[in-house]
């Protein structure tokens, strides 16, 4: 039983690209859930998602950076016009999404440096 | 704001000693509460969490210890092994949601 996928496990990315970052759920999990690690730093959250549908985007900024989780495929993080700052190890993790179930699995993440 | 603090941000033990980590958090409205292990160039693996209804909970070598009313958790490594070596992540989850929120880690050494 496959754990949660992620690719790619290195990027890099040149100031001003666009980096496109992909997940797939573990077998049985619809939820999403992206997280953002700075070095040396704890994980922040910051995006929820359901298929087809964002549920809490509270830790997205607010320019720049977008989710999605379509009906068919992997979930996307999409970052437009990286800046170095985004350098930062980008972790998924997902869930049954069962009623007072809160285990989430992480994925190995995606390491992005701008340069 | 900072909602869960964890402490020490590093520690240092010998094998076969007790490895002991603590988390502290604001609000009382907190419905779980786990602990990750990460190792470098890893993700986080889910360790053990506990709900706020039980004081303590054991897996093997590892033990939460629960205290409502202080408003803080812990995490027991008992007979820490060099394997046990590794980057420690309390978190919680507030009723209702699904996000996690992660203490700032403690980088734990076992010493051979």
């Known amino acids: 039983n496959a754990g949660v996928m992620q690719n790619p496990r290195h990027l890099v990315r040149r100031r001003g690209q666009e980096a496109r970052l992909r997940c797939s759920p573990m077998?049985?999990?619809?939820?999403v859930y992206w997280y953002r690690q700075l070095p040396e730093e704890g994980l922040k959250f910051m995006v929820y998602?359901?298929?087809?549908?964002?549920?809490?985007e509270s830790g997205m900024p607010k320019e720049r950076f977008s989710a999605e989780f379509p009906k068919e495929g992997p979930s996307i993080l999409r970052i437009q016009q990286v800046v170095r700052g985004d350098s930062a190890a980008y972790f998924c993790?997902?869930?049954?999404?069962?009623?007072?179930?809160?285990?989430?699995?992480f994925g190995p993440g995606t390491r992005l440096t701008v340069t | 704001q900072q909602q869960v603090k964890q402490s020490p941000q590093s520690l240092i033990v010998q094998k076969g000693g007790i490895s002991i980590i603590n988390c502290a958090y604001e609000?009382?409205?907190?419905?779980?509460f786990p602990w990750y292990q990460q190792f470098p160039g890893k993700g986080p693996a889910l360790l053990i969490a506990?709900?706020?209804?039980?004081s303590e909970k054991k897996e093997g070598r590892f033990t939460i210890s629960f205290n409502k009313s202080a408003k803080q958790f812990s995490l027991h490594i008992m007979d820490s092994q060099p394997g046990d070596s590794a980057t420690y992540f309390c978190?919680?989850?507030?009723?209702?949601?699904?996000?996690?929120?992660f203490g700032q880690g403690t980088r734990l050494t076992i010493n051979p």
């Open positions: 993790a997902s869930s049954r999404g069962l009623a007072g179930n809160y285990e989430q699995y």
């Open positions: 077998k049985g999990h619809s939820h």
């Open positions: 998602l359901q298929k087809e549908n964002i549920i809490d």
């Open positions: 609000n009382t409205a907190f419905d779980y």
């Open positions: 506990i709900r706020p209804d039980v």
């Open positions: 978190a919680v989850i507030i009723q209702g949601a699904q996000k996690l929120v």
